[in-house]
């Protein structure tokens, strides 16, 4: 496919908006987050959820993995997390005397890390290389990973001690960083109706193939980005790294990253081009965890997400540009 070779944004937003839908009848009252959820799939990236305990983080990569029907894998990240036991290892069998591969629970098509800061560094860049090599090497072979491959890590944010926080070089192989945030009195209460008998993900099937969803994720990357739009994206990394309200700005990783998110925002509102508002809407979720604000500013309630914003609105959007 080429770079102008047209896309058919209309049969992609359905099948997403077909996912987002099913996601969300599960996780009541986070249609915004289910969205950036998806957007993040039909990227090819990877999440990092952190919020506190019960909000439905788990529940969200389950739904996520029925509707694509794709295959569920969870790992609880606990101190004593051994890299092959995300990997897989090597056996002895002794049937035919030779060592086989035994593919551990990062071979699966939606993968849980659950409570990635709980493992130790090295545990932790054991899956970090998987995600972006997508392949596991075991005794010099090389196993690819499923298609698509979809990793979602959560970390709480409460009960700190004893964990080994992701350092800035690991944050930046996230895709973007979600919140799911307590729901409304109104949908806190529909959620105990709902689930009083049993859990309505039980009722989920699939909506797409996951040969569509490679379809898609390959359609995203050629959705029309006006040369402005690329520019306004640049000039808004670049201002978190001359900023001097953030040491450590954004990687040219985030900005290319950010391009990929507005492409699947823009199909899936509706446009076959990028508008400086997908961008604008993406910007704090794929940009917040690549940057490291001045301490003080943590002290003062001030979020990296809330400065990210505060740099778009500082920087003149271009006109929109259709293709």
């Known amino acids: 496919m080429s770079e102008q070779q047209t896309v058919n944004t209309q049969a992609i937003a359905e099948k997403a908006t077909r996912i987002v839908d099913t996601v969300a009848s599960v996780i009541l009252g986070k249609r915004e987050v289910v969205e950036k959820a998806v957007l993040t799939l039909l990227c090819n990236g990877h999440l990092l959820l952190e919020d506190v305990p019960g909000v439905g ?18 790992v609880q990240f606990t101190p004593d997390l051994l890299p092959a036991d995300i990997t897989g290892s090597s056996v002895f069998n002794q049937k035919t005397m030779e060592f086989e591969f035994r593919p551990g629970p990062i071979f699966g098509n939606v993968v849980l890390a659950d409570e990635i800061n709980r493992a130790t560094p090295k545990t932790q860049s054991a899956l970090l290389e998987a995600m972006e090599e997508r392949t596991v090497t075991s ?138 508002d997908d961008v604008k809407a993406l910007a704090p979720n794929v940009l917040g965890h690549r940057i490291v604000p001045r301490p003080d500013l943590k002290s003062r309630g001030v979020s990296p997400e809330e400065l990210i914003l505060e740099l778009c609105e500082s920087i003149p959007a271009p006109v929109p540009v259709g293709g």
Not at 65 to 70: D, L, Q, T, Y
Not at 166 to 171: F, M, N
Not at 253 to 275: E, I, K, T, W
């Open 139 to 276: 005794d010099g072979i090389t196993h690819p990973l499923p298609k698509p491959f979809f990793v979602l890590a959560t970390q709480n944010n409460v009960e700190l001690t004893g964990t080994y926080p992701l350092p800035e070089a690991q944050l930046d192989r996230f895709f973007a960083k979600l919140s799911i945030g307590y729901p409304d009195r109104e949908t806190e209460a529909q959620i105990l109706k709902e689930q009083q008998v049993a859990h309505p993900i039980e009722t989920i099937s699939p909506v797409v193939t996951k040969e569509e969803l490679l379809d898609m994720q390959e359609g995203i990357r050629h959705v029309f980005v006006h040369d402005a739009v690329r520019d306004y994206i640049v000039d808004i990394v670049r201002a978190t790294r001359e900023s001097n309200q953030i040491l450590l700005g954004s990687s040219p990783r985030g900005a290319l990253l950010l391009m990929h998110a507005a492409q699947a925002h823009a199909v899936l509102h509706g446009s076959d081009f990028v508008r400086p």
């Open 57 to 74: 983080k788990t529940m969200l990569s389950k739904a996520l993995a029925r509707a694509i029907g794709g295959e569920f894998r969870r």
